[in-house]
């Protein structure tokens, strides 16, 4: 199985229906919050003009399982905050998201961001974030130097076993 992480812009129509189904099952997890999937959606086509939206699709074998959706905040804030992640249901647990976040701080080394951020509601997600060295911040809160983000000098013990760089 190949697994290519992309700007959400590139995908063809049929990886973009099949990330609709993706988004609107992270809608459904995060208990259908009114108008979230159009704010998502509303986002994709920011992210074709605005340098501070990334929004990356991880796509296995021709079809999209995942996305991260970050917004940078340079030069005065020094970080990019992991808005959402989603991976379908049965792609979980094989380093999509490990992927996909590391995407973003790939992409962040070298502007000045100096941090990856995330918040999240999902009750389990604690787990994840700390498994690829994210330090909590606060309840549902969580931070990590963009050269560990990205696999790099981070401690062996959570090493990446999927690496995804330009």
Known sequence: MSLEIVPVHLLDDLACGRLDRVMEAARDALAG????????????DEARWDPHRWIYAAVQDGEAVGFADAEA??????SVTV?????????RHRGIGRALVQQVA????????????AHTRVRDADGFWTGLGFET?????FRCPVEWAAGRGMPAAVQPSVHCGP
């Open 106 to 117: 790939t992409r962040a080394q070298g502007t000045g961001i100096r941090w990856v951020a």
């Open 33 to 44: 919050r009114a108008g979230h999937l159009d704010r998502i959606r509303a986002r994709q």
């Open 83 to 91: 808005a959402q992640l989603a991976v379908e249901r049965p792609q």
């Open 137 to 141: 911040t606060g309840p549902g809160a």
């Open 73 to 78: 905040h340079y030069p005065d804030l020094e």
